[in-house]
């Protein structure tokens, strides 16, 4: 049990530092959920809107995984897209999954303005090509997002893309005027204060020991326990110790790391120079780098995939030249804070959703994309405990294998993978 969170930009300039209490005591509720990242607090928020009495449970802080340390970027759609979906699952799931695409940052947007969260919330973001070939790749990305309603697009040449982001490393880029980016762990704290606005419970470090299924669920932790009505399982990477009921979760996906890191607070002048709209950026790469401006004008970069945790140090000599290859101007800048945190792939990179039983829910496995899926998946799960549960459908029909090789063999199938991609990214195909 760790109450603290990892040293990072964001753990440095959170809203809210005190930690809330552990369950200590026996509580009923019509919900418990387990895990307060995104996933567990959007589905809560959504529950207690709807007059659910809910409660979260978290093993360490809220916002303490992904949900807290990812690049904080709101981009849309699913780690595979609308056109794989079509090819592999047909045009009614596409279809269906497509009208959904967009709706996590209308979600993260109505949620900040309702409740006023003060999580630095900024319009637009654009995906850069570094070859000819992912130009047009961006050429048909535009095309199929505008089939499924996303008239919020611009396509960009090289000269163009020079306007809004201060290198001279792409061929081009697509500006999603609908995309943006937000302080994830603020945004999740703020969200943590909406819930219990709404007089929902969360307690942190209360990691779960095990579910007692049934009619009448019980979740227990090291000191306490929940009876409840329904389970909402959201610990996604950070699934542990739930005695026998959350392996055949653990199979389906693995955990795996992204690495960040920031720079010292920049002059107006040189946030002017890299980012002149401050729109947040991701490249077309297969292992991407992503990169924005902080509220405060730090430049927050990430790239690359990692199995296992690793020093700040050592962060910072794999992204730092990632960033300088982009903006060698900062060659001479101080890097302030590194640090890395787990995000869940499945096999075929497509969220997990489904029921254990009749009454335990469950969403995982985003890769990549969580900071708009997590919140779509709340509503979703919210309206299928509510009785409408046609959209959960569509996401629980889609199949869910298990990594070649089970959990031993999962990590260097994978670690293979990002070699190979890694080639393709340097090789240009």
Same mark, same amino acid.
């Given at each position: 049990?760790?109450?603290?969170?990892?040293?990072?930009?964001?753990?440095?300039?959170? #809203?809210? +530092? @005190?930690?809330?209490?552990?369950?200590?005591?026996?509580?009923?509720?019509?919900?418990?959920?387990?895990?307060?990242?995104?996933?567990?607090?959007?589905?809560?928020?959504?529950?207690?809107?709807?007059? /659910?009495?809910?409660?979260?449970?978290?093993?360490?802080?809220?916002? /303490?995984?992904?949900?807290?340390?990812?690049? =904080?970027?709101?981009?849309?759609?699913?780690?595979?897209?609308?056109? /794989?979906?079509?090819?592999?699952?047909?045009?009614?799931?596409?279809?269906?999954?497509?009208?959904?695409?967009?709706?996590?940052?209308?979600?993260? !947007?109505?949620?900040?303005?309702?409740?006023?969260?003060?999580?630095?919330?900024?319009?637009?973001?654009?995906?850069?090509?570094?070859?000819? +070939?992912?130009?047009?790749?961006?050429?048909?990305?535009?095309?199929?997002?505008?089939?499924?309603? #996303?008239?919020?697009?611009?396509?960009?040449?090289?000269?163009?893309?020079?306007?809004?982001?201060?290198?001279?490393?792409? @061929?081009?880029?697509?500006?999603?005027?609908?995309?943006?980016?937000?302080?994830?762990?603020?945004?999740?704290?703020?969200?943590?204060?909406?819930?219990?606005?709404?007089?929902?419970?969360? /307690?942190?470090?209360?990691?779960?020991?095990?579910?007692?299924?049934?009619?009448?669920?019980?979740?227990?932790?090291?000191?306490? %326990?929940?009876?409840?009505?329904?389970?909402?399982?959201?610990?996604?990477?950070?699934?542990?110790? &739930?005695?026998?009921?959350?392996?055949?979760?653990?199979?389906?996906?693995?955990?795996?790391?992204?690495?960040?890191? @920031? @720079?010292?607070?920049?002059?107006?002048?040189? %946030?002017?120079?890299?980012?002149?709209?401050?729109?947040?950026?991701?490249?077309? #790469?297969?292992?991407?780098?992503?990169?924005?401006?902080?509220?405060?004008?730090?430049? &927050?970069?990430?790239?690359?995939?990692?199995?296992?945790?690793?020093?700040?140090? +050592? &962060?910072?000599?794999?992204?730092?030249?990632?960033?300088?290859?982009?903006?060698?101007?900062?060659?001479?800048?101080?890097?302030?804070?590194?640090?890395?945190?787990?995000?869940?792939?499945?096999?075929?990179?497509?969220?997990?959703?489904? !029921?254990?039983?009749?009454?335990?829910?469950?969403?995982?496995?985003?890769? =990549?994309?969580?900071?708009?899926?997590?919140?779509?998946?709340?509503?979703?799960?919210?309206?299928?405990?509510?009785? %409408?549960?046609?959209?959960?459908?569509?996401?629980?029909?889609?199949? %869910?294998?298990?990594?070649?090789?089970?959990?031993?063999?999962?990590?260097?199938?994978?670690? &293979?993978?990002?070699?190979?991609?890694?080639?393709?990214?340097?090789?240009?195909?």
């Amino acid at each position: 049990m760790n109450s603290a969170y990892p040293a990072s930009y964001y753990a440095a300039s959170a #809203n809210r +530092k @005190t930690e809330r209490p552990a369950l200590n005591e026996h509580l009923t509720a019509d919900v418990c959920v387990i895990g307060a990242g995104f996933t567990g607090l959007s589905t809560a928020l959504h529950l207690a809107e709807r007059g /659910f009495s809910v409660v979260v449970l978290e093993g360490s802080r809220v916002g /303490f995984g992904a949900s807290g340390r990812n690049g =904080g970027q709101i981009v849309h759609s699913y780690s595979r897209d609308m056109d /794989f979906i079509e090819r592999h699952y047909g045009t009614e799931t596409a279809k269906a999954m497509g009208d959904m695409a967009f709706e996590g940052g209308r979600i993260i !947007r109505r949620l900040v303005k309702q409740y006023d969260i003060q999580c630095d919330l900024k319009d637009g973001g654009i995906f850069a090509s570094c070859n000819k +070939k992912q130009f047009r790749g961006l050429v048909d990305h535009k095309n199929l997002w505008e089939k499924y309603g #996303n008239d919020q697009l611009v396509l960009l040449d090289e000269k163009e893309v020079q306007n809004y982001i201060g290198t001279e490393r792409y @061929t081009g880029g697509l500006l999603d005027k609908s995309g943006g980016h937000i302080h994830p762990l603020n945004l999740a704290l703020g969200e943590a204060d909406a819930i219990e606005s709404l007089g929902g419970k969360i /307690f942190e470090n209360s990691p779960v020991t095990h579910v007692q299924q049934g009619e009448k669920p019980v979740v227990s932790t090291p000191q306490g %326990q929940v009876t409840c009505n329904y389970v909402m399982v959201a610990g996604n990477a950070y699934l542990n110790g &739930i005695g026998d009921l959350l392996p055949k979760l653990t199979q389906k996906s693995m955990p795996c790391g992204t690495q960040v890191i @920031t @720079t010292e607070p920049l002059s107006e002048e040189l %946030q002017r120079q890299l980012l002149p709209q401050d729109y947040c950026v991701e490249d077309s #790469n297969y292992l991407l780098d992503y990169y924005r401006l902080s509220g405060e004008g730090r430049l &927050i970069y990430g790239g690359g995939v990692t199995y296992g945790a690793r020093e700040p140090g +050592k &962060i910072e000599s794999l992204i730092r030249p990632k960033m300088l290859k982009t903006f060698p101007q900062l060659k001479d800048v101080k890097i302030d804070y590194a640090w890395t945190g787990n995000f869940l792939l499945t096999l075929m990179r497509l969220p997990q959703f489904g !029921r254990i039983g009749s009454n335990i829910y469950y969403a995982q496995g985003y890769s =990549g994309h969580g900071v708009t899926s997590t919140h779509l998946a709340g509503d979703v799960i919210a309206s299928a405990i509510e009785g %409408q549960a046609n959209r959960f459908d569509v996401f629980a029909s889609l199949p %869910q294998y298990p990594f070649p090789g089970g959990r031993l063999l999962r990590v260097p199938y994978t670690a &293979i993978g990002a070699v190979y991609y890694d080639l393709r990214d340097k090789l240009g195909i």
